[in-house]
């Protein structure tokens, strides 16, 4: 039999070679590899140049193949300055460092004017105000300045302060000519801390920071860049290579790490595994850490999106402060399967839309995840409402009233901006028992013996590995995205992910068929690194997914065949429908035994012929579709007739 569907730039710009004696006597070589959309000006008089709307990125090495030069000709000064732009990925808690390899031939360093500086933020991109100092920042200079007192052939650290360039620290190298080319480099750390070396010899060699002051006059700035400014007997060239900004931020967790090693310094953004004195941040990314040897650190903050894992019998002890955030785009996951010991204060987030009456995002299923405390200590200015399963009816909660370890509230925030709820207080962590009531129980097509729980860690749960005592199969969770209810049951979601995974803090509803409990082992715990309730990954059972839209909402059932269920009701591999009143939402079930509603139906696909009773629900008027959304390729023999 035949089965039927019904389905409803990049900009590379040329610059072309001077020839001898050009712009006063001065010229460019191989400037057209620069990488990055450039611009070359000319400035003043005496051929200065600037590249312009450069796109070199934060940590990228520049392709500057051929060690691009500067030449002047015979008696001529060449005075130029290279800038960058790196107001987007500098900020004051970032390390930051400067890196440049500089060559010459014939290149005269002998004046207090001349020489080659690596210039380190400031805070305006006008060149001849660089060059005068008439700004705020800092460079660090290689030159031969004949001072007196003897400081001469070396680095110095020096600083504008709107009025002029001055020497604030130095550094003596004995020797500072160029032909035999200079790597030199410099480092500031978040609190002022600034360290510089050089190397001399061929690119690529380390550089030693062997210098180091501590000077915060200006911590903030847009333009980094390279200046030079010295003669030469002959029309020979100074050319400069590997020219990097690179932002960084200590005891960073990579995104990008490329294994969940804690002790791999790779990982961490500025190549160095923190120490115990030190504030780490970890975050989101493919790779994230699993600790296996004890550590200890200073504060330890998880960025949303990002998780942790404390391996069995490992103690992660947290001097100072633990904070696991949370945004619109996610929330941090810890797994603490060992032990984690906290010393300052925890914090654990969990972002929540504001209540909005026109919109979609007005409740939230909410569960704690730490101990029974105060509504008023963490759900300040929410509107808080448990189910009563006795009554079959919301409550509200007051000030002074308890929001308990396990259970589920329905929430909405009652300010006029999205919101961040805060929880204070140590993680739940261990088996966790849930107690189940069931007052009335009349079969799974009453609307009696609902409970409103919750997952209880600071972590996602696999449903499949929850123990469930006299509960159905199936949860429920409010979808605000549709404003109705999704659920899931054995690999199965509908509105809801196929893997039954339930995120960090959500409340759902769950059936009781008699007095009962759950259990959620700290086994059941998994990293998931979305918030997304709506995922839908595939799945092997054969199944149709029949949906109805709006112009505003869409609802969605299904039926699916598994030899191992009946063709009635089954606590193990059915899905009650829970009816949103929401006024603009439609509402799509199917029957089971003619009689209960039902958002997912398991036959057993024994018969030769299936007519299910389809049932949409329409609260208001206008246009609605529906159709099949997914036809199973498992289902070959069947004709589907809608």
């Not at 050319?239 to 690179?246: L, P």
């Not at 009652?414 to 919101?419: D, L, T, V, Y």
């Not at 709506?534 to 199944?543: G, I, R, T």
Request: aromatic share 10%; glycine share 8%; charged share 15%.
């Amino acid at each position: 039999m035949k089965q039927l569907f019904t389905l409803f730039a990049i900009i590379f710009v040329s610059i072309q070679s001077h020839a001898d004696g050009i712009f006063d006597g001065f010229e460019t070589g191989l400037q057209d590899p620069f990488n990055g959309n450039s611009t070359l000006t000319w400035i003043g008089d005496v051929g200065d140049f600037e590249i312009t709307n450069s796109t070199w990125a934060s940590g990228e090495t520049c392709n500057f193949s051929g060690s691009h030069s500067l030449r002047a000709k015979s008696g001529q000064i060449l005075n130029s300055t290279i800038l960058v732009d790196i107001s987007s990925t500098y900020s004051s808690d970032k390390k930051i460092r400067w890196e440049v390899y500089i060559g010459g031939n014939s290149a005269d360093l002998t004046s207090s004017y001349k020489g080659v500086a690596l210039i380190l933020y400031v805070n305006s991109n006008d060149i001849s105000n660089i060059e005068s100092g008439a700004v705020n920042g800092y460079r660090l200079r290689l030159c031969d300045p004949s001072l007196s007192g003897g400081w001469v052939d070396g680095l110095y650290f020096e600083k504008a302060d709107g009025t002029g360039w001055s020497m604030i620290d130095s550094l003596q190298t004995g020797d500072a000519n160029i032909n035999q080319g200079w790597n030199i480099a410099v480092e500031r750390e978040a609190n002022g801390n600034w360290n510089w070396g050089y190397s001399n010899g061929s690119i690529g060699t380390s550089v030693n920071l062997v210098k180091s002051i501590v000077e915060t006059s200006y911590i903030s700035g847009g333009y980094a860049g390279l200046y030079w400014n010295m003669s030469s007997t002959k029309a020979h060239y100074v050319g400069f290579d590997n020219f990097k900004v690179d932002p960084y931020t200590p005891n960073l967790w990579k995104s990008e790490a490329g294994s969940s090693d804690w002790s791999t310094a790779s990982n961490w953004d500025d190549g160095v595994v923190p120490s115990a004195l030190s504030n780490i941040q970890i975050e989101a990314g493919t790779n994230q850490p699993i600790i296996e040897d004890n550590t200890v650190c200073g504060n330890l903050s998880l960025q949303a999106g990002a998780n942790l894992t404390i391996s069995p019998e490992i103690i992660l002890s947290v001097n100072g402060n633990f904070t696991l955030q949370s945004d619109t785009d996610g929330t941090a996951s810890l797994i603490d399967h060992g032990t984690l010991n906290i010393g300052g204060s925890s914090s654990i987030q969990r972002h929540l839309n504001c209540y909005d009456p026109t919109a979609n995002d007005e409740y939230h299923f909410l569960s704690i995840p730490i101990s029974n405390h105060a509504v008023e200590n963490s759900l300040q200015n929410y509107y808080v409402y448990p189910f009563d399963e006795t009554q079959n009816t919301w409550t509200a909660l007051s000030s002074g009233d308890e929001v308990l370890k396990g259970k589920g509230y329905s929430v909405y925030y009652s300010g006029e901006a999205n919101h961040c709820i805060e929880f204070s207080g140590s993680p739940n962590t261990g088996d966790q028992i849930i107690s189940i009531t069931a007052s009335n129980y009349s079969g799974s097509s009453s609307n009696d013996n609902w409970n409103l729980v919750g997952n209880p860690f600071p972590s996602p749960i696999d449903w499949d590995e929850v123990t469930k005592n006299n509960i159905e199969s199936a949860i429920y969770v409010w979808n605000a995205e549709n404003c109705t209810y999704s659920s899931y049951v054995d690999g199965l979601g509908v509105n809801f992910n196929n893997d039954g995974i339930i995120p960090a803090m959500q409340g759902f509803f769950v059936h009781a068929t008699a007095i009962g409990n759950l259990t959620i082992p700290q086994t059941a715990r998994v990293h998931n690194q979305t918030q997304d309730y709506l995922m839908k990954n595939e799945v092997s059972n054969a199944q149709i997914r029949i949906y109805i839209k709006n112009d505003y909402y869409s609802d969605e059932c299904a039926i699916r065949f598994k030899n191992v269920a009946t063709d009635f009701w089954d606590d193990e591999f059915d899905a009650i429908k829970l009816v949103s009143e929401k006024q603009k939402a439609p509402q799509i079930y199917s029957l089971i035994n003619q009689e209960i509603k039902s958002s997912i139906n398991t036959l057993s696909g024994t018969l030769d012929q299936y007519e299910i009773p389809v049932i949409s629900k329409l609260n208001i008027g206008g246009i609605h579709e529906v159709c099949l959304s997914k036809v199973s390729t498992l289902i070959q023999d069947f004709d589907i007739i809608l």
